[in-house]
Structure formats: C-alpha cells, structure tokens
C-alpha cells in the first residue's frame, strides 16, 4: 500500500468516527490501568460490568491494595484468569504506592516493569491516558494491518514498528482506535464485512467477503431472441 492510499484510509477511518476511544470505561489512569491489565484475554464488556461494581468501591492504588487480593477476586471472578489478575493488581497498587507516589507513570519502562503489564497495555496508557502518540497492537490491529496491507508484519512488534514508520503524524494519535474498532466490528476475523467496508477499495486482502447476491426479480425475464411460435390456424 502506498502512502496515499495509508493517507486515505486513515482519513476515512477520521471521516466516519472523528473522536475515537477505548471502549473500556475509566476515569483516570490508574481506572484505565487496572481496566486493561484485567481485559486480558477478556471483552472490555465483562471487563466494564466488574469495574462498574469495583471502581465506586476501590478505585485508587490504597483503596484497592486495602481490599486484598480475596477481596478484589469478589468483584473480578467473571473475569477470566481472574486469580492471577487479581495477584498482578494488588502487587502493582503496591508498588505504585512504594515507588511512585500512588501515581501511574507516564514512563514505558516503569509501566513494564509492573507485574501484569507488558508493551501492549503499556502502550495503551500511554496512548489513551496521556496522550502519547503509540499503537498497542493486539489481535484486531495485527489482522487488520496484514490483510489490508497497511503494515504487513509477521510479529506483533514488527506490525507495531512498521506502523509507527507508516502512518501519518496527523493519525497517528487516534489510529490505535480506529483500527481497533475496524477490526473488531468489521475486518472480523472468521468473515469481515467487506461488502459495508468503508475502505474496501483500498484493502489489498485477496479473500475479501462477497457482496449479497442481487435480490430475485419480482416478475421473470422476457425471453429475448426466440422465435415466437406461429399461432395454429
Ligand atoms: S475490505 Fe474486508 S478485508 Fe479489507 S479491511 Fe475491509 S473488511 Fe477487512
């Protein structure tokens, strides 16, 4: 794909949602931090239902860390692998509190070295909560990127850096969301919508989902071209 059609396809992704954003729902970026760490592997929907319960109750690194673990397993046991989660957020509530003043860093290598929290969830706080112009690159980014031939790669990491080199300034701070949410509700992955996509043409993806087949005529086609028979006299 050529830079035009990258510069296309992100200001079509702009057109149709100008203010994209996580669907994970959060106040502040410690909300934000513990929403992501707990989504892993999970939806932001299950996700959004427990911290819909747990954040009116615990929603600062003491509040949390005085809940304990068994106590935030409560609220979190929808969640898959909610056990080691829980293990993960107490222990990094612990260390926001030793280490960074109750804080979340707006710091890539203090927010890896949290227990539960690698270069993706890192990416996106720094992205989400303040600012930083990043892509977290998770399943929807990576398929969407290699089918569209926006920024082919066969690793996670080589998606995330070749998107960082292709992609326009000007998008770069919303276009975690925008491909996130095409990836999600249209580029699916067992049948993506091609036929409503809004970048279709612009999408390399050899495999693209036919459109609906033409509705049946409402009265039959006239024969055209066969002779009539003579009428019997
Ligand atoms: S045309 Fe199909 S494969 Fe390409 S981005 Fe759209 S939904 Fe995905």
Redesign the pocket.
């Known amino acids: 794909m050529n830079n035009a059609k990258r510069h296309e396809l992100y200001q079509r992704l702009r057109d149709a949602n100008p203010a994209p954003t996580t669907e994970l729902e959060y106040r502040t970026p410690f909300e934000l931090l513990v929403a992501v760490v707990l989504s892993a592997q999970a939806t932001d929907k299950g996700v959004n239902k427990a911290t819909a319960k747990l954040f009116p109750v615990a929603s600062t690194p003491a509040t949390l860390l005085a809940l304990g673990e068994d106590g935030l397993k409560e609220y979190i046991s929808s969640i898959g692998l909610y056990n080691a989660k829980a293990k993960n957020v107490i222990a990094l509530c612990r260390i926001l509190l030793d280490s960074h003043g109750g804080e979340v860093p707006r710091d890539r290598a203090a927010l890896e070295a949290l227990p539960g929290v690698g270069r993706k969830t890192a990416n996106v706080v720094l992205n989400t909560a303040f600012g930083e112009p990043l892509i977290a690159v998770d399943t929807h980014i990576f398929r969407?990127a290699n089918?569209?031939g926006l920024a082919p790669g066969k690793t996670v990491r080589a998606v995330e850096d070749r998107l960082a080199r292709v992609t326009p300034a000007g998008f770069m701070q919303d276009a975690h969301h925008w491909l996130i949410l095409h990836g999600r509700y249209?580029?699916k992955a067992r049948k993506?919508?091609?036929p409503t996509?809004i970048?279709?043409d612009l999408?390399d993806?050899r495999a693209?989902?036919p459109g609906e087949p033409p509705a049946r005529p409402l009265t039959r086609p006239v024969a055209r071209g066969r002779p009539r028979r003579a009428a019997a006299k």
């Open positions: 969407v089918r569209t249209v580029c993506p919508d091609c996509c970048i279709a999408c993806y693209k989902t």
